[in-house]
Each structure stands twice: as structure tokens, then as C-alpha cells.
């Protein structure tokens, strides 16, 4: 199975800052990576597939990077409707595995 | 617009078995794979496994596949999940998902979820 590595575990951050999420698969995915946000007691929301494709409806302050092991969530101004856990999914290959999510609160 | 709603969570006894469905609307149901998705308390999630659009083809996860069979009724617009010998560590919830409409992606969209305890 492919395992992800996403980075950090717990993250704290201000209204306006840049904040970045890691994942690192443990081998090549090419693109096949997709970024999530869940908010408390919600189900996941789609916000990029296959690495930088942003979803529909999807604010342009979020953005994703990356190829092969190596991915970046992007989030360019927080905000504080943005609190919520974030996942990421590998779909390179099954079975289908996610990283273990990043909390994202307000200092 | 896509709707997924789950149904059949509850307490289960460890080593019974328990049914879940998935009611779709807003969408030809019959033209997309559809998936199960669950989310254990301590929040880690986990695929589950994949149906064909046409229900002929099935895909588990390795440590599952012996204990889960995902099914469909297309005319009903239904997806299922039995579950067989459930254990505690099958505590979760319980999500139906759909790819996105040009089917690059898994996971496009999520039901709401239904939570099955493992307890006796």
C-alpha cells in the first residue's frame, strides 16, 4: 500500500497568513492527488483533484502543487471560515489511501 | 443537484451483521462508479471499495474484502454495503461517495454519513 505522510499534524495561524500542507507519498503518484477540508461534524469537501485542479466553487485562495511524491495544499489568506481538518487522498493506485489530516485552527 | 444519503447506522453486537445503504438523487445513478468511504473516531479515514457503474465489477480494500461486499440496485438508485462479523475496530461512520462527472476523480462527492458503533 502507498502510505502518505501529511505534515504538519496541528497547525495555528492568523486571519491573512499563507498557510502550506504537506503530503509525501512513500512512492511515485505521478498527479493522482486530491485535497479535502472537513469541517466539525460535516462530511469532506473536494477542494483540488489530481494535485492543482481546483473544484468547482472552490475559493481561488486555496491552490495545490506538486507531482510524483511530493504535494502542497496552499491556503494564500486565511480566513476564519477556513478552521476545519484537511486531508489528502492518493487515487494513484488502489487501495486508496489518505494522510492522517492536518488541523488548521485561529491563534 | 448530487445527493447522497445514507442509512441503516445503529449499535451493533461485535459479530453480527449489519446492512448499510446509500440513496442517490440529482444524477443518473447508473452511469457512475460509486465508493465507501469510512471515518473511524479518531478521525483516520479509509476506502473501503469501489462498484462498477453497472454493479459488474467490485474493488475492497485487502483488509476488508472478506468481511464487506458493496452492492447496487440501479433502479433504485441505491448503493449498499453489507457488513459480516463486525468487530470494534468497524466502529466509524460510514460515507457514500461519487467521482466527479468526467470521472478523473474519486471522492468528487460525500453523503452525509451514517455512524455504526461496534459495542456490546
Known amino acids: 500500500d502507498i502510505q502518505m505522510t501529511q505534515s504538519p499534524s496541528f497547525l495555528s495561524a492568523s486571519v491573512g497568513d499563507r498557510v502550506t500542507i504537506n503530503c509525501k507519498a512513500s512512492q511515485n503518484i505521478n498527479r493522482y492527488l486530491n485535497w479535502y477540508q472537513q469541517k466539525l461534524g460535516e462530511a469532506p469537501k473536494l477542494l483540488i483533484y489530481?494535485?492543482?485542479s481546483l473544484q468547482t466553487g472552490i475559493p481561488s485562495r486555496f491552490s495545490g502543487s506538486g507531482s510524483g511524491t511530493d504535494f502542497t495544499l496552499t491556503i494564500s489568506s486565511l480566513q476564519p471560515e477556513d478552521v476545519a481538518t484537511y486531508f489528502c487522498?492518493?487515487?494513484?493506485?488502489?487501495?486508496?489511501?489518505f494522510g492522517a489530516g492536518t488541523k488548521l485552527e485561529l491563534k | 443537484e448530487v445527493q447522497l444519503v445514507e442509512s441503516g447506522g445503529g449499535l451493533v453486537q461485535p459479530g453480527a451483521s449489519l446492512k448499510l445503504s446509500c440513496v442517490a438523487s440529482g444524477f443518473t445513478f447508473s452511469d457512475y462508479w460509486m465508493s465507501w468511504v469510512r471515518q473511524t473516531p479518531g478521525k483516520t479515514m479509509e476506502w473501503i471499495g469501489d462498484i462498477k457503474y453497472d454493479g459488474s465489477y467490485t474493488n475492497y480494500a485487502p483488509s476488508l474484502k472478506n468481511r464487506f461486499t458493496i452492492s447496487r440496485d440501479n433502479a433504485k438508485s441505491t448503493l449498499y454495503l453489507q457488513m459480516s462479523n463486525v468487530r470494534s475496530e468497524d466502529t466509524a461512520t460510514y460515507y457514500c461517495t461519487r467521482c466527479d462527472s468526467t470521472g478523473s476523480t474519486p471522492f468528487a462527492y460525500w453523503g452525509q454519513g451514517t455512524l455504526v458503533t461496534v459495542s456490546s
Open positions: 489530481n494535485a492543482n
Open positions: 487522498l492518493q487515487h494513484n493506485s488502489w487501495p486508496y489511501t
